[in-house]
């Protein structure tokens, strides 16, 4: 089964927080995060700016009081907004609360720490000195989340995809099986998450088109010359819809329709396990798809044919990048190679 969502784990610098009434989405990524009321129903979204300082965390966690922590290694930076990386202190963690797979705070100013193998979660009222800290046991239906986060006296988890979508589950104690409610990701949220495009759209794949056939039906060599329309770019108008709901806030350094393409040039590199076809397309035309003009010349051989393949780049069912190079073959049969690079993984 395609996983879609990619994991915290594989996913640097890509966590759920909250603070306050709001849920917030953390892409380093993409240089941005997304503030949402209600991950239910895709409520008051925003998008803002993220700072280069609070960029690439390990971990990112409300503190409770208006301000943010962002773990890297061994210690953490505390902000009051992640947009201006204002009033930033930095502070050592206590080795009691370094190495977590998780970090969230609720009940107050109470941080809570998932050790995930372990099957342990740990409290405490102060991740630098760890007082009061203690340890209890994780219940074994709230230990495979993929992302964890707390809101004021609950915590919720995103839990691995399932036969019904992505679903995330609200708890008040996680040593105990004590979830409140199972709920759908809205879909203006999971196209923010890394993966999620795979989830909305349907996975991505690659395919050769054939976009002309010459044959020289005659008994005679014939030189064939020709200008061949190609389409070139992205579908600009379908991919643009996932940000129709969003409100990107004027602070940020990036647009609407330049996110779009951020998020599908992310989902595009990808491997196949999170609904990705593992290709850089940075190289390609993300410009609005346009016909484009190429001047060609054959020499055919007398009943000799020549098939014009293009590579395209598609979301489920939706076209949307156009490759630039066209191959030229002499069989009907698609090229098997790939004409783009790996992504980087």
């Known amino acids: 089964m395609m996983k879609g969502i990619i994991p915290k784990s594989k996913a640097k610098g890509t966590d759920f927080c909250a603070e306050g009434k709001y849920h917030y989405i953390i892409r380093s990524d993409l240089g941005c995060y997304m503030q949402t009321i209600d991950v239910k129903e895709g409520l008051d979204i925003s998008i803002f700016s993220l700072h280069p300082a609070c960029q690439n965390g390990d971990h990112y966690l409300g503190s409770g009081d208006g301000s943010f922590f962002i773990i890297k290694g061994k210690s953490f930076r505390r902000v009051n907004n992640l947009t201006r990386d204002s009033d930033a202190k930095v502070y050592s963690l206590h080795p009691n609360c370094q190495g977590g797979d998780h970090y969230f705070s609720t009940f107050g100013s109470r941080y809570y720490i998932i050790f995930q193998e372990k099957g342990t979660y740990r409290i405490t009222t102060d991740l630098h000195q760890d007082t009061k800290g203690e340890e209890h046991k994780l219940h074994s239906n709230c230990r495979n989340g993929l992302y964890y986060w707390g809101m004021p006296k609950r915590c919720f988890f995103l839990k691995p995809v399932s036969d019904w979508g992505v679903e995330f589950c609200g708890s008040n104690d996680i040593s105990?099986?004590?979830?409140?409610?199972?709920?759908?990701?809205?879909?203006?949220?999971?196209?923010?998450?890394?993966?999620?495009?795979?989830?909305?759209?349907?996975?991505?794949?690659?395919?050769?088109?054939?976009?002309?056939?010459?044959?020289?039906?005659?008994?005679?060599?014939?030189?064939?010359?020709?200008?061949?329309?190609?389409?070139?770019?992205?579908?600009?108008?379908?991919?643009?819809?996932?940000?129709?709901?969003?409100?990107?806030?004027?602070?940020?350094?990036?647009?609407?329709?330049?996110?779009?393409?951020?998020?599908?040039?992310?989902?595009?590199?990808?491997?196949?396990?999170?609904?990705?076809?593992?290709?850089?397309?940075?190289?390609?035309?993300?410009?609005?798809?346009?016909?484009?003009?190429?001047?060609?010349?054959?020499?055919?051989?007398?009943?000799?044919?020549?098939?014009?393949?293009?590579?395209?780049?598609?979301?489920?069912?939706?076209?949307?990048?156009?490759?630039?190079?066209?191959?030229?073959?002499?069989?009907?049969?698609?090229p098997t190679e790939v004409p783009l690079p790996p992504a980087q993984s």
Not at 260 to 268: D, E, G, P
Not at 282 to 301: D, P, R
């Open 176 to 334: 105990k099986e004590q979830c409140f409610g199972v709920y759908s990701v809205h879909p203006d949220v999971l196209n923010f998450l890394p993966g999620g495009l795979s989830v909305t759209k349907g996975p991505a794949f690659g395919i050769w088109e054939n976009i002309k056939t010459i044959t020289n039906d005659s008994m005679t060599p014939v030189t064939w010359q020709k200008r061949i329309n190609k389409k070139v770019g992205y579908n600009k108008e379908k991919i643009s819809q996932i940000t129709h709901n969003w409100k990107v806030a004027i602070s940020s350094s990036i647009e609407s329709g330049d996110l779009s393409t951020l998020i599908a040039k992310c989902q595009f590199s990808f491997s196949a396990e999170y609904g990705g076809s593992h290709v850089s397309t940075e190289n390609e035309s993300w410009n609005e798809a346009t016909e484009v003009e190429e001047q060609l010349t054959f020499e055919l051989k007398p009943n000799e044919s020549l098939y014009l393949w293009q590579y395209r780049l598609s979301l489920g069912q939706e076209p949307v990048l156009f490759c630039r190079d066209l191959k030229i073959c002499n069989k009907p049969n698609p």
